[in-house]
């Protein structure tokens, strides 16, 4: 049991739906899926192998027994019983608030009600609900399983303690809920992740990089920092024993140089589209989906286990390991 919650239901059967499905079910609560496509289930049993390969070499023989997952025929069959909700729907609003709207009117009064958007806000999602007050949204990062960060960010309309609630359900499944300051589109990773997404894509488009060429440059240097430090702890350390003032100092002009396009953004027009999906196909070597996702999940494990070992506590990522660890191990009996 984790957080107090025995049930869960996941709305929404796709990539993180099903990834969502899984760190449930492999933290030992019963799953309850519903997706209208025929081929949810199939798609979720794929996600969830992935997931106890990872979970294996994580956690070995300390794991609890999994909950189950089952197939729901309805919205209101899956939310049945259940103590918190997780939807992850298209990206779309008007599905988001019709659904959402579904799940409030046939959810048990006390669920918590957590939206996967990854940057709708959720006072606007909260638009046709019963009880806004127990919706929020916890906007996870793929794959679900692994990656610990959830976004957790409450609108105009919810109660305080569904925060609270969420935040403790998030927390017993090893992550690390980040709860936002105020709302704002597209959150606080997002927004990061866009910036370098659009610097990126005006490379491919000005012919200066392929798209195996920047992900190179970006996993053989400040990607293996960010992994365990982040951008302003690293920068710290590049203004040497002075630290972030200096840096400032130092570095701080080069803002005002004209060196990315960050406030424009590229066509994608079918030229561009074919370059970066090309390039991306000869970049995968002939590697299926299935198997770029167990290199992926594989080298996640072996991140995660060094940042473990880093200090008696570990660090950042690996701290949490280390306690879900201890959590798994209690779970399962010792």
Sequence with gaps: MTGGIERVACVGGGVIGSGWAARFALNGIDV????????????AEVVLANAEHAYSRLFGDMRP???ALRIARSVAEAVDGAGFV???VPERLDLKRRVLAEIGAAAPAGAVVASSTSGLLPS????HMQHPERMLVGHPFNPVYLLPLVEVVAGRRTAPETVERASAVYGGLGMKPLVLRKEIDAFIADRLQEALWREALWLVHDGVATVGEIDDAMRYSF???WAQMGVFQTYRLAGGEAGMRHFLEQFGPCLAWPWTKLTDVPELDDALIDAVADQS????EGLSTRELERIRDDNLVGILEAL???????WGAGALLS???QRMRERSGG
């Design 32 to 43: 309850w899926l519903y997706d209208p496509d025929p081929d949810a289930g199939s798609r």
């Design 65 to 67: 027994a999994p909950g």
């Design 86 to 88: 997780q939807e992850s």
């Design 124 to 127: 606007a999602m909260q638009e």
């Design 223 to 225: 990607g293996l920092r």
């Design 281 to 284: 196909d000869r970049q995968a």
């Design 308 to 314: 473990e070992r880093s200090g008696p506590a570990g």
């Design 323 to 325: 306690e879900a660890r």
